[in-house]
């Protein structure tokens, strides 16, 4: 009976280090990144000093270059590689505006699904599944606004890209509203930076490096911040019609 005991408890410290192991490979390469160094502007500086090469290789590959550009950025999507806002300029630079911006947006949203797919497996239900009435009930909350939260968390670039996947998978959000609300709140910061890319050439030229803050700037930043306000109005007005009907029950 106890060697039969010890057996399944074997098997469940196994089944919890695979449940785990994703997930862990993702933070830990994040944290080499971070120590390493992994910078925007010296990201740039590669560019900048293979601008040539980089376009005869697209044009070498021809129609297989979109798929080639977008694969590896689902590959730095999924594991949280901090060189998203690079890898966009460099889609601009190199397809021009929409579409580099289109193919940043597919990769982005496809490596975002993969990395949230792994962490609802991984560790999403068990989660919550042991989560206090306190959580439970922000879960709930969350869930039922799920698009509207997820757009905001999207569109503001308050938020990194990994938190936003993790936060999403905990809070377990249906697999289609996920994909489809990332596509939608990650649009304008996709095309600002393919933007930014596609007048890279004109910037190398003068010596200069791109303004990756330009999201920042209260131009972009106030736009963005009135769509994230205007996704939370229905929110807002279900909260405080709920807060009206309470005096009544």
Same mark, same amino acid.
């Given at each position: 009976?106890?060697?039969?005991?010890?057996?399944?408890?074997?098997?469940?410290?196994?089944?919890?280090?695979?449940? &785990?192991?994703?997930?862990?490979?993702?933070?830990?390469? *994040?944290?080499?990144?971070?120590?390493? %160094?992994?910078?925007?502007?010296?990201?740039?500086?590669?560019?900048?000093?293979?601008?040539?090469? #980089?376009?005869?290789?697209?044009?070498? +590959?021809?129609?297989?270059?979109? #798929?080639? $550009?977008?694969?590896?950025?689902?590959? *730095?999507?999924?594991?949280?590689?901090?060189?998203?806002?690079?890898?966009?300029?460099?889609? %601009?630079?190199? $397809?021009?505006?929409?579409?580099?911006?289109?193919?940043?947006?597919?990769?982005?949203?496809?490596?975002?699904?993969? #990395?949230?797919?792994?962490?609802?497996?991984?560790?999403?239900?068990? +989660?919550?599944?042991? /989560?206090?009435?306190?959580?439970?009930?922000?879960? /709930?909350?969350?869930?039922?606004?799920? /698009?509207?939260?997820?757009?905001?968390?999207?569109?503001?670039?308050?938020?990194? @890209? &990994? $938190?936003?996947?993790? *936060?999403?998978?905990? @809070?377990?959000?249906?697999?289609?509203? @996920?994909?489809?609300?990332?596509?939608?709140?990650?649009?304008? /910061?996709?095309?600002?930076?393919?933007?930014?890319?596609?007048?890279?050439?004109?910037?190398?030229?003068? %010596?200069?490096?791109?303004?990756?803050?330009? !999201?920042?700037? &209260?131009?972009?930043?106030?736009?963005? +911040?009135?769509?994230? #306000?205007?996704?939370? !109005?229905?929110?807002?007005?279900? &909260?405080?019609?709920?807060?009206?009907?309470?005096?009544?029950?």
């Amino acid at each position: 009976m106890d060697q039969n005991m010890a057996r399944a408890e074997g098997r469940s410290v196994i089944r919890d280090v695979m449940r &785990w192991f994703p997930v862990l490979v993702v933070v830990a390469i *994040v944290v080499a990144c971070l120590l390493l %160094g992994v910078r925007t502007d010296t990201a740039f500086q590669v560019l900048a000093k293979n601008r040539e090469s #980089l376009l005869a290789f697209v044009a070498r +590959l021809g129609l297989f270059a979109p #798929l080639v $550009f977008i694969a590896v950025y689902v590959a *730095v999507a999924a594991l949280s590689i901090p060189l998203g806002a690079i890898l966009t300029v460099t889609a %601009g630079f190199l $397809f021009d505006t929409v579409a580099g911006g289109l193919y940043s947006l597919l990769g982005a949203t496809a490596g975002g699904t993969i #990395l949230f797919l792994i962490a609802r497996t991984s560790f999403g239900s068990s +989660l919550q599944r042991r /989560a206090g009435p306190m959580l439970q009930k922000v879960e /709930a909350g969350f869930r039922e606004n799920a /698009a509207n939260y997820l757009f905001v968390l999207r569109i503001v670039p308050l938020f990194p @890209f &990994w $938190f936003v996947n993790l *936060v999403s998978a905990f @809070f377990g959000i249906p697999l289609r509203t @996920f994909a489809l609300v990332s596509l939608l709140g990650m649009a304008p /910061a996709s095309f600002v930076y393919a933007y930014l890319g596609a007048g890279i050439g004109a910037v190398i030229e003068a %010596g200069r490096a791109p303004d990756f803050d330009i !999201i920042k700037s &209260w131009p972009v930043l106030g736009p963005l +911040l009135a769509l994230a #306000l205007l996704a939370l !109005i229905p929110v807002i007005y279900k &909260w405080l019609k709920q807060r009206q009907e309470q005096p009544a029950r």
